[in-house]
Nanobody
């Protein structure tokens, strides 16, 4: 099993920044991917960004490209999502997730999920 604990959400104004953290523990994999997803009220969960843990390969949804940055700290076994220039439409519960193997953007292909952290952006 993999345990994921997210932190860093909050209430901010449009244009502000937040950094989400996702601390992982438990089972390790030869290769793995950490993804960030978000779900707004009444909407489906959507892909935000992902990082291939061993190679540091990154991939972003078009809606956040240029504003969000995904990264990881191997020593701390923690992933991060730096969110800049936040917009009201970024308001959602943000989840980190982990899967062994290749980077994908489909949420159902991720095996382990954090509890989620609320991000609210006011206009």
């Amino acid at each position: 099993q993999v345990q994921l604990v997210e932190s860093g959400g909050g209430l901010v104004q449009a244009g502000d920044s937040l950094r989400l953290s996702c601390a992982r523990s438990g089972r390790t994999f030869t290769t793995s991917t950490m993804g960030w997803f978000r779900q707004a009220p009444g909407k489906e969960r959507e892909f935000v960004a992902a990082i291939r843990w061993s190679t540091n390969y990154l991939y972003y949804a078009d809606s956040v490209k240029g504003r969000f940055t995904i990264s990881r700290d191997n020593a701390k076994n923690t992933g991060y999502l730096q969110m800049n220039s936040l917009k009201p439409e970024d308001t959602a519960v943000y989840y980190c997730a982990v899967k062994p193997g290749a980077l994908v953007t489909l949420s159902h292909q991720y095996d382990y999920w954090g509890q989620g952290t609320q991000v609210t952006v006011s206009s």
